[in-house]
Nanobody, 118 residues
Framework: VQLQASGGGLVQAGGSLRLSCTAS????????MAWFRRAPGKERQLVAS????????YDSNSVKGRFTISRESTRNTVSLQMNSLKPDDTAVYYC????????????WGQGTQVTVSS
């Protein structure tokens, strides 16, 4: 599975961005899809994930209530709507996929830069 992320950019604090990730796989996306981010000098962080059945999880400390993850299986696409952006959200965002039964994410996109100015 190849994952192609897009939608990053520069936005002012309080603004919004929508990231998209398209999976190139004939038989659909992996069971779990997720968005991670890595800010400068920090470890990679799981931002949000979504299962094939629509179940979602969010990093409650930082993004819950502001970010929404969704998936559109007919288009093999997973999106991350980011609202009320803060400078602390500045990072490279990666989409990832995890197959059923796997404990680690085994498919990764190339990353897209999100920069939030104060």
């Amino acid at each position: 599975v190849q994952l192609q992320a897009s939608g990053g950019g520069l936005v002012q604090a309080g603004g919004s961005l929508r990231l998209s990730c398209t999976a190139s796989r004939r038989f659909g996306m992996p069971y779990w899809m997720a968005w991670f981010r890595r800010a400068p000098g920090k470890e990679r962080q799981l931002v949000a994930s979504i299962a094939e059945n629509g179940g979602t999880t969010y990093d409650s400390n930082s993004v819950k209530g502001r970010f929404t993850i969704s998936r559109e299986s007919t288009r093999n696409t997973v999106s991350l709507q980011m609202n009320s952006l803060k400078p602390d959200d500045t990072a490279v965002y990666y989409c990832a996929g995890r197959s059923w039964g796997k404990s680690e994410y085994d498919f990764w996109g190339q990353g897209t830069q999100v920069t939030v100015s104060s």
